[in-house]
């Protein structure tokens, strides 16, 4: 069975940290990592990453995927009180994109 | 993302009641993916939708779920006798593109609450 595992479960920061959050999966047939941002409603996409080594970058917002090692991180730099959120990390496979397997999330609070 | 429309918001109905959650995708879009997010649990996939047809429903429980998204309107996840274990989020995505090429994007989702 598909599996993403997300850790931290959660983490409170304080604003202007930097946060790293981490995915790892274990899929059949891998096709894309997406990394979505959930406040109270819908999930927003975020990154989707098909590729080794090569980062995507969105103002303080970064994240990388190795397929060797089966993982990927999103970085957050001078975190703000806006950022808190559940991060979600999610796995296309079967050579799909629309079957996503979610990770349970990152519960992400920054402080002032 | 507010290019997906999901009604109601909340939806509340006692066991063994229907219950109707609508989705219309964004401007454009012809692919409609429902979710679900039980309590404490990551989104499932439950199924996969094109005008009129019904591709992947690999994620749909066997009974009492059914999905459909007609020529004309929008998307509707229907839930026959609703028991307390269907209480969750229901989201509902859209993609431009055959087999979600593009990244999937959500609606606001439906919080059913069965009592």
């Known amino acids: 069975e598909d599996k993403v595992v997300q850790s931290p479960l959660s983490l409170v920061v304080h604003e202007g940290d930097t946060v790293t959050l981490n995915c790892s999966y274990e899929?059949?047939?891998?096709?894309?990592l997406l990394w979505y941002k959930q406040e109270k409603k819908a999930p927003t996409f975020l990154f989707m990453l098909?590729?080794?080594?090569i980062e995507k970058k969105s103002g303080r917002l970064s994240s990388i995927l190795d397929k060797k090692e089966l993982f990927s991180i999103l970085n957050i730099t001078a975190t703000q009180t806006g950022d808190s959120a559940i991060y979600l990390c999610?796995?296309?496979?079967?050579?799909?994109?629309?079957?996503?397997?979610f990770g349970k999330g990152t519960l992400l609070t920054v402080n002032p | 993302n507010a290019g997906v429309m999901q009604n109601p918001r909340h939806l509340v109905r006692r066991r063994g009641q229907e219950a109707r959650l609508r989705c219309s995708p964004m401007?454009?879009?012809?692919?409609v993916y429902w979710y679900r997010q039980l309590p404490e649990e990551g989104l499932k996939f439950m199924v996969y939708?094109?005008?009129?047809?019904?591709?992947?429903e690999s994620g749909m429980p066997k009974e009492r779920f059914s999905a459909e998204f007609p020529k004309e309107g929008p998307s509707i996840l229907r839930i026959q006798q609703v028991v307390r274990g269907d209480s969750a989020a229901y989201f509902c995505?859209?993609?431009?593109?055959?087999?979600?090429?593009?990244?999937?994007?959500f609606g606001n989702g439906t919080r059913l609450t069965v009592t």
């Open positions: 939708l094109q005008k009129e047809n019904i591709i992947d």
């Open positions: 401007k454009g879009h012809s692919h």
């Open positions: 098909t590729s080794s080594g």
């Open positions: 899929v059949t047939n891998f096709r894309s």
């Open positions: 999610a796995v296309g496979s079967g050579g799909s994109n629309y079957k996503l397997t």
């Open positions: 995505a859209s993609s431009p593109s055959e087999q979600g090429i593009s990244p999937l994007h």
